[in-house]
Each structure stands twice: as C-alpha cells, then as structure tokens.
C-alpha cells in the first residue's frame, strides 16, 4: 500500500473512471471489544509511537480523556463516559475513537480533489496526503466527525488502519499492543461472526442489549464495536444509525451531473435559438 | 467619451469599469468554485495554481467579486426595480424568444427579463458570499456547527449554478440583440438601438423628462 504500487483501490475520490484495481485482498476489519477494555491507553501510545506523531501536551480537562479529542496528532484517543443506562446504575463506559473506515465513506464522496481519499479492496479508507488542498468537505462527509485539519500544513489526517502494516501482512499497531485483547483484527467476515458471539456471551451474563455496532447505513464498517449498550450508542458518542448527510449525498449525487448538463445544456440552446431565430438587428431607422 | 449625434450614453466610465471588473473576478471565482465541484472540471485549477492554491485564492476572488459587484449595484438596482409598464411586455416574452421582435411593448432602460436577471444575480451573489464564510477554511468554518456549513455547502453549489446559468443567458442576449455590445464597451449605444429597444428610456433621453 503506502510506499507501494497500489494496485487494489476500489475507490478513489473525484475520479471517474475505475482505479487500478487488478489485485485482490479480503477484506479486513478491526474490533474493539469495549468489554474487555481497560482504558489504559496503550492503543493511544502504540499509534503515535508506529505513525511518529507527538500531540501538543494538552490540559486535563476534568477527565481522562487526554487529549480531550481527536486532533490531526492524536488518530485515536480513548473517550470516558460516566453514564446511567438504568436509573440509579452508574457504568463507566470507555470507547476507543478514531476513523471507522465506512464501506461508504461520506469523506471521500465529498472529496473534490483527485486522489486525496481512496478506498483499498480490504476496506481501509486512507488519506492520501500530497493530494489534499485542505478544503475540509471530509469534514462535512464524515457522519463520525472523525477528520481533522492541521493547522500547520492545512492537511486532513486520520486513523490510517495502519495500511502500511495490514499492506505487509501486519496487525495495525493498536491491535499489536492491546494488553487484554479488547482490539482484534481479522478478516471483515471472521470479525462480525467472533463480535456477534461475543455480544451473545455479555447478553448471557446481563448484558442484554449488547451487540455488534457495525452500521448498514454507511454499507457497514471496517472498524467495529462489541457494545454492551448496542441499543444505545450515543451513550457513548456514536450515532445511532449513521448514514452520509442526505445534504452531501444530494450536493455530491445528484446535482453534480445535473448541474454541468444544465450549464452545458444551456450553451447548447443558445447556439440552437441564434441559428433558428436569429439576431434581433439594429434597424437604422432613428 | 462624448456619444456622437446618433448616439446615447447608456454607460459611464465608472459603471463600464465596475461591470468588466466584476465580469473577470466572477470568471475567476467561476473557474476555480468548478473546478472544486464536478471532478471533470477540476483541470480549471491549473489557472489558479493547482488544487491547494484554488481552495486558498476562491474565497478571496469570491469576496473580492461581490465587493466590486456592490458598487455596480448601488448605481444600477434603482433602475432595475420593476414597473408598471413591464407586466406587458413580461406577458409577451415568448414572441420576442420566437423573434417577432415588433410585438413587444415599449420599456424603458431596462426590460423586465434584464431586471429579472438582475436580481437574481444579487440575490445568487448574495448567498454565495454568506455561505461562502460559513465553509471558508481554514478561518471560519471550524466554528460553525457542522450541520450549519453542510447545508451552506449545498446552498453555494445551487447559488453558484444559478449564477453561471444566469450569466450564459446575459452573455447570450447580449450577443443576440445586435448594438448592446457598445453600450459595454464604449458606454454609447446607437438611437436607433434605444428606440428599438427601449423606446421609453429612448424617448426620455431625446425629449427631457
């Protein structure tokens, strides 16, 4: 992948012919297990340690999460919820943030610059840096918030899955490190079936609502959750039923091809009505 | 310039510079809003420097464009604003797109297709500007909520298309309708043209209010 012929993108942003694509690799997924997480940060350290990134030491804001969210230094960042799910019940949830690697990234619909988002056949959703001009429609693309602007160079980043590791037969980094074995990585297939036995042993032991989060309104995703709460996500900060913004979807579907036929169109029907009807002349008759 | 005997003044030196001024800096801001829009447009961002240079100079050709254009207005919206006279001859617009040019009732400086287009082209510029802010990185929009610059997104690109809808249909009348192009270039249209077209304006200009 980075650093290789990438010979496997299924899609890329702004293009409209098909990339090449003649490899094929299955496709992969990530699954945080938030049961058996213990928020100690680990995945955090292991990020910035592979992807040489160093975050500006931040302030405590109250809680643990540190830094308080992602920035384009900090690709993932461990989120703290103190919550009630039943009255009376405090849990402490703790959810590992960062890209979710959609089936139908929102990001890369909304991309207007050429190669700046590509989908790999694996599912790994990556920025491709030196095409970026920083206008920030991934921004608005992303049902997750999850892309971020530098201040410094302008530049969107984001949790590249590691596609430098999965590219050459490697766990991403937050797998390799995890102490419990909340992360795991696998095949996208062998991913849903081991969350969706998982989310069946924690509703055996009280959990009844939980379940695998790995929403159908993006095509599904290539990062997934074991919930203990599935029923309600936004416990925890992730939307309930995500889909891209029919405002995007309508801003870069629809009206994209309509507006340059009608633009062209136009031009046409001038031409048409100058050669049918012709000028209206100057007479000389003042 | 002086308009000869056959001649009147349409427009003056300040109006003609305002309009081929908000004319170039409309086409650049077109160009390089395209080029960001539809990904067989994006080539245009060679005439601003690439991709990066076009998303850092559109916003400031756009600003740079209704700032220029707000001086055009304030001189010509007045003129503009429709009259009792217009419904008529809005009433015939059809003949007058068929080319039976003698069936269409007088008007004065402007016709209400002109006005028309007028407006819709303040009011497009208009809501190009606001939710051009609302999207402008990276200064602005990072503080706005992201359902509020999503909605802009989709606003601008319908505002944008109107406009350059409108402009194809301004540049095209102008070709059209036979001696308009010098009310433009050198400020001066023919009497014959004015009373042709606009018999009103033509007849306040002759005889004095």
Known sequence: MAGTNPQNVVARSATTTPSSQVRSSPEVAKLIDESKCIGCKACQVACMNWNDLRDEVGHNVGVYDNPADLTPNSWTVMKFFEVEPTAGNLEWLIRKDGCMHCDDPGCLKACPAPGAIVKYDNGIVDFISENCIGCGYCVAGCPFDVPRISKKDNKAYKCTLCSDRVGVGLEPACVKTCPTGAIGFGTKEDMVIYGEKRALELQERGFKNAGLYNPQGVGGTHVMYVLKHADRPELEGLPKDPSISPLVSLWKGIAKPLAVAGMIGAVVAGFLHYMKVGPIEEKEDA | ?209
């Open chain 2, 1 to 209: 310039m002086k308009p000869g005997p056959n001649e009147l003044q349409r427009y003056d030196d300040r109006e003609r510079l305002y309009h081929w001024v908000t004319a170039l800096l409309l086409l650049a801001a077109a160009c390089s809003g395209m080029a960001l829009f539809h990904p067989s447009l994006f080539f245009l961002t060679i005439f601003t420097g690439g991709g990066a240079w076009t998303r850092i100079l559109h916003p400031f050709i756009g600003v740079a464009t209704a700032l220029v254009f707000l001086f055009l207005y304030l001189r010509v919206h007045n003129e503009n604003k429709m009259a009792e006279h217009d419904k008529a001859w809005s009433q015939k617009m059809g003949e007058l797109l068929r080319g039976n040019k003698e069936a269409m009732p007088p008007v004065g400086k402007y016709n209400p297709g002109q006005k028309r287009l007028f407006w819709v082209i303040s009011i497009s510029l208009a809501v190009l500007l606001i939710t051009g802010f609302l999207m402008w990185r990276p200064y602005f929009a990072a503080s706005f909520p992201i359902d509020l610059v999503r909605v802009a997104l989709v606003l601008h690109a319908i505002a944008a298309v109107v406009m350059v809808l409108s402009i194809i249909v301004h540049v095209y009348a102008a070709i059209w309708v036979k001696g308009t192009l010098s009310a433009m270039t050198r400020g001066t249209v023919t009497k014959a043209w004015a009373k042709r077209n606009h018999a009103l304006w033509h007849r306040e200009m002759t005889q004095g209010k």
